[in-house]
């Protein structure tokens, strides 16, 4: 059984960064694309950066230049890098896999003005 496991979110002002960590167990991680998701309150669940095993990486316009995502196959672990942050970054961030599979707890990033 696949088990994510989120971290390292927090209370932040703006401009400010915060790395979260994703540690993957029950899957072979390093085969797998994996994926940072966030959810602010009222929307839909959204990607913001995915790498593949091969470390290429995309990212969604509002957090490109911003975010950077990488991954530790070693470890089993997915981070993702968030500088200069913003009010409207502001959610419950969560890592999966390609193809999806159940999701984690997720980690809270507040991000004040």
């Known amino acids: 059984q696949v088990r994510l496991v989120e971290s390292g979110g927090g209370l932040v002002q703006a401009g400010g960064s915060l790395q979260l960590s994703c540690a993957a167990s029950?899957?072979?991680?390093?085969?797998?694309?994996m994926g940072w998701y966030r959810q602010a309150p009222g929307k839909q669940r959204e990607l913001v950066a995915s790498?593949?095993?091969?470390?290429?990486?995309n990212y969604a316009a509002s957090v490109k230049g911003r975010f950077t995502i990488s991954r530790d196959n070693a470890k089993n672990t997915v981070y993702l890098q968030m500088n200069a942050l913003k009010p409207e970054d502001t959610a419950v961030y969560y890592c999966?896999?390609?193809?999806?599979?159940?999701w984690g707890q997720g980690t809270q990033v507040t991000v004040s003005s």
């Open positions: 999966n896999k390609e193809p999806l599979t159940t």
């Open positions: 029950g899957t072979s991680f390093i085969l797998n694309r």
């Open positions: 790498i593949s095993r091969d470390y290429i990486t």
